[in-house]
């Protein structure tokens, strides 16, 4: 685009990305008086309109050269898959909503000359106000625990008293309930699902929002608007300051660099989306746009930011090139299920049927301490297991996978059919004969999802193949192996309370494949050029304006969900990038 004079168009400030740190960014230097434009790949996503046919749900991935524009990015690395999110919004449309901080003794310092993979030059200390800050807007609140029809979801009850009993085994664990940043209700005395939501700022999609209804479909996308999304929380703030934030979803950057006499110049592409929907199109022949800024943020995400730096590393003469792509982690992610649970009745064992497909993804925490907590010389590594779950579709895709069941009780119910035609049967009720062709559907209705994270070693490393340019990682679980036998230990015990067994998620268990949601790291901070890319303001070394704030900075584990961090991250970068004018002292 081009102003009056056929200059490309000129912004105090272009953020790249809308995920928890492109959002933040937005919001704080809109509200602080700077021209912001944001530039996100993918598309809006208001609620009611996340698919949920299987017809959408084939098109909610993310490949535009497939013609795919969904939110679902799938990443397949050697020994790593990875999840992320493509929309306005980012992760905050597809995660569980979960706000932890991070624990205070787990800002790790270890001597990275001697060896070490993780050193966090700023301290809880630093963080906290901003913290606050991202807590006011999110509006974080936790699961009621009495009362209809809460206390009603198994999930919640049933993953409660099976890590309750397994802490208490554990020295030092505890069990507690997770911020959830979704609007339960609107009143806490007195908290009813499917309550109109009273909105304090007006949500850029005029939508009327609804309290959470229990559906079990955060993951999904919420199509109640209960989950309190970047979308509906910063990116509206940011649209409605004094001086409001330009949004431009479909704008996929190709290109980033240092302009000639000072400030930034970024290309990006426009998707057609629904022209090229569902057709193969090569998007090398889209038509660039060039915007240039004073400020350039980028916040693209782990892989997405760390992509884009590396292709554009020969444009930053001064980058800190030996550190981009290092320090990758996965934030120790580790999904596991409980399967066939049970409990006794009356001295009688009987099937429990916990439900993952009701309630909120994510509820409650147990959370087993570091030595860095204990002082113990073990070097145990901390994490968190939490109950998870998945949208009632799901249940059925995965029920649909047992042919042998489906074969048996079809045939069963074909030749009472058949007694029934022919005259064999006189009973013309076919109600429980059809109940039976559904089956128990014990698979999913007796299984919990155990979602375990927490301190892995940031060894992975990201890089570019030489031939094809694309995104590479070389990770694996070798120096975490100690990790994950714990956090599978722990998993083992509450699967046994729950009187079902534990099963490891099977892509990792069939390819020997670590699976994140949480990719961190790749563009790490530091206290000098000399350990990272940025400092711990997010600053890119030596070059003045230059700010990465996602995830990608992070130089080690967050341990907890890592969404919060993320965003006192960037509230802490955008209180000092807000404040900055060309020409200042940079960091170099």
């Excluded at 098109?59 to 799938?74: H, R, T």
């Excluded at 009362?147 to 208490?168: D, H, L, N, S, T």
């Excluded at 910063?234 to 660099?257: F, Q």
């Excluded at 934030?331 to 099937?351: I, Y």
């Amino acid at each position: 685009m081009f102003d009056g004079a056929g200059l490309p168009e000129h912004f105090d400030a272009v953020v790249i990305g809308s995920g928890f740190g492109g959002s933040v960014m937005a919001h704080r230097l809109a509200e602080a008086g700077r021209s912001v434009c944001v530039l996100e790949r993918g598309q809006e996503h208001p609620p009611g309109s996340f698919p949920r046919a299987p017809h959408l749900l084939k098109e909610s991935f993310w490949d535009p050269s497939a013609g795919l524009y969904g939110m679902y990015n799938v990443w397949s690395f050697r020994r790593v898959g990875a999840l992320v999110s493509s929309g306005l919004g980012g992760g905050s449309l597809i995660y569980a909503n979960v706000l932890l901080r991070k624990d205070e003794r787990w800002f790790v310092r270890e001597d990275l000359a001697s060896g070490g993979f993780e050193h966090w030059p700023l301290g809880r200390a630093e963080l906290e106000p901003h913290y606050r800050e991202v807590e006011g807007v999110l509006a974080p609140q936790l699961f009621p625990t009495a009362g209809a029809p809460y206390e009603q979801v198994e999930k919640v009850r049933a993953f409660r008293i099976a890590a309750e009993r397994a802490a208490a085994r554990t020295p030092g664990a505890t069990v507690e309930r997770t911020p959830l940043a979704v609007t339960l209700f609107n009143d806490p005395a007195r908290p009813r699902p499917g309550e109109p939501i009273e909105e304090l700022v007006k949500n850029r999609y005029g939508v009327a929002r609804r309290t959470c209804v229990l559906c079990g479909e955060c993951v999904v996308g919420c199509n109640h608007g209960a989950k309190n999304t970047l979308d509906l929380t910063y990116l509206s703030r940011a649209e409605r300051a004094g001086r409001p934030a330009v949004i431009r979803s479909r704008a996929e950057v190709r290109t980033i660099g240092p302009r000639r006499g000072g400030g930034y110049e970024v290309t990006y592409v426009v998707h057609d989306v629904e022209r090229r929907r569902g057709a193969p199109f090569d998007t090398r022949t889209l038509e660039p746009v060039t915007v240039t800024c004073d400020r350039l943020v980028l916040a693209a995400g782990t892989f997405g930011s760390t992509y884009l730096l590396l292709r554009s590393a020969a444009a930053f003469a001064e980058l800190a090139r030996a550190h981009v792509g290092t320090r990758f982690s996965g934030n120790g992610d580790l999904l596991t299920f409980a399967l066939m649970s049970s409990r006794r009745v009356d001295e009688r064992v009987e099937p429990w049927r916990v439900d993952p497909t009701r309630g909120p993804t994510i509820t409650h925490a147990l959370r087993r301490p570091d030595a860095l907590d204990t002082g113990a010389p073990t070097g145990e590594r901390g994490f968190y297991l939490e109950d998870a779950g998945f949208p009632a579709e799901l249940a059925w895709l995965a029920e649909g996978l047992r042919p042998l069941g489906w074969l048996a009780r079809g045939w069963r119910f074909a030749r009472r059919f058949l007694r029934k035609v022919l005259g064999g049967d006189l009973d013309t009720d076919l109600a429980e004969e059809l109940s039976d062709l559904l089956g128990p559907m014990s698979l999913t209705s007796r299984a919990l999802p155990l979602l375990g994270m927490g301190r892995d070693v940031p060894d992975g490393v990201l890089s570019l193949d030489p031939a094809r340019g694309r995104l590479q990682l070389d990770w694996s679980v070798r120096r975490s192996g100690a990790y994950f036998d714990g956090v599978t230990e722990v998993a083992g015990e509450i699967a046994r309370e729950l009187g079902g067994e534990l099963v490891q998620n099977p892509i990792a268990r069939l390819f020997d494949r670590a699976v994140t949601v949480h990719p961190l790291g790749g563009c790490p901070m530091g206290r000098s050029r000399h350990e990272g890319v940025v400092d711990s303001y997010g600053r890119v070394f030596g070059h003045p304006g230059f700010v990465i704030a996602d995830g990608s900075v992070l130089p080690g584990p967050v341990g907890p969900n890592p969404a919060l961090t993320i965003a006192a991250i960037a509230d802490r970068a955008a209180s000092a990038l807000a404040g900055w004018r060309p020409g200042a002292a940079w960091p170099r």
